[in-house]
């Protein structure tokens, strides 16, 4: 798993190793981990996942709230609860 570094007011990624390989780079390096090695093209696969599955969990916490708010506000003789369960 590569962990991905951005040099401060660069457009300059690079991964941990192809930082390590090319030497010691001046400047402040802060972590980016969605972002992409600009050398060999490198991403961080763990930070991706756990952003992909962050995504999903919001989404679905907001269809989750979409359909209560949508249950609340019909009629009470159309929708009744207790025929769900």
């Not at 991905?4 to 690079?14: P, V």
């Not at 390590?20 to 961080?44: I, M, R």
């Not at 009629?75 to 207790?82: C, G, K, L, T, W």
Request: glycine share 4%; with cysteine.
């Amino acid at each position: 798993m590569a962990t991905i570094y951005r040099l401060d007011d660069s457009t300059l990624y690079l991964c941990d190793t192809c930082l390590n390989d090319l030497g010691p780079v001046p400047g402040t390096w802060k972590e980016d981990p969605l972002a992409e090695c600009s050398v060999c093209g490198e991403v961080d696969l763990q930070a991706r996942e756990e952003m992909d599955a962050y995504h999903h969990d919001m989404s679905n916490r907001q269809w989750e709230e979409d359909q209560r708010m949508w249950e609340d506000h019909i009629a009470p003789e159309i929708y009744n609860p207790q025929e769900l369960k």
